[in-house]
């Protein structure tokens, strides 16, 4: 699990599980800290109050000293809920230790102060946007009292990784060693961005589904089996090393592969 520090106090527990909000003031002296056991090339942060200045935000990892990232911000500056993503390739990034831990570490500062409310930070496959591209009108379904969709990306997520585990791919790194595929070690969202939009649909019309024929109901199927019939994609790159880059087999073949291990 990724350890998440705002200004030195770990928020690790409240945030990587996007169901509770906390509020955050930045400032040019503070820093939100990251921290993970592999290298990761993607985060997504989600908000339920944004930045409205026009103030900006760097990422920076450490290899070991503080180097800033190509950064491509879907957040626009904290100013939406989006993906935060660069290239692993890029950096040379090696362990540290910071807040207690010895990981590879990764660091967001600030140009100047704004205050911010977030909801959770960590990883999912699909953001709100992908939902209205497909529905326009989908976020007049949202529950109440919540701005964002998250739970049901996350819900999508852990049901994405179960049918994956479930094919019995597992992460090798020695005979003894065998562990189940996690959200970072999936290198590449958009291969699986498609997967994760249709299941987060589906999650949400089974919510709103109060009968077993009713018109939500059929929908929710409709997705979910649409999913289902992508997550058999002929490719899915994949960290089966912990090297923080793709490792691109079949599906069949990583099965047969791992098996044999």
């Known amino acids: 699990m990724i350890k998440i520090f705002l200004d030195g106090i770990d928020t690790s527990t ?6 509770q909000a906390i509020d955050y003031s930045a400032n040019s002296a503070g820093s939100i800290e990251i921290g993970y056991y592999k290298p990761i090339s993607d985060l997504f942060i989600d908000f339920k109050e944004f930045n409205l200045t026009s103030e900006t935000i760097s990422l920076y990892y450490f290899a070991p000293i503080q180097t800033q990232i190509d950064l491509i911000d879907e957040t626009e500056n904290f100013t939406k809920s989006g993906f935060l993503s660069w290239d692993r390739t890029a950096i040379e990034s090696v362990k540290t230790t910071r807040n207690g831990h010895e990981l590879y570490w990764y660091k967001i500062e600030f ?3 704004f205050d911010i ?3 959770g930070l960590d990883l999912v496959f699909s953001n709100d946007n992908d939902l209205v591209d497909e529905y326009p009108t989908i976020m007049d379904n949202l529950p109440q009292g919540e701005i964002s969709f998250i739970r049901f990306h996350k819900a999508a997520r852990d049901k994405i990784l179960t049918e994956i585990n479930n094919l019995n791919i597992r992460k090798v790194t020695n005979i003894y060693n065998r562990r189940r595929i996690n959200q970072f ?8 961005r498609a997967v994760s939009k249709y299941t987060t649909i589906g999650l949400i019309y089974k919510s709103l589904s109060d009968a077993v024929d009713d018109k939500w109901s059929a929908e929710s199927k409709a997705n979910l089996s649409l999913a289902s019939a992508l997550i058999e994609m002929p490719n899915l790159s994949i960290d089966i090393n912990d090297n923080g880059l793709k490792d691109e087999y079949q599906n069949a073949s990583m099965v047969e592969i791992l098996k044999r291990q």
């Open 14 to 19: 409240k945030l990587r599980d996007f169901n």
């Open 111 to 113: 140009s100047g102060d």
């Open 117 to 119: 409310q977030m909801t």
């Open 185 to 192: 070690d999936i290198m590449d969202i958009n291969e699986i």
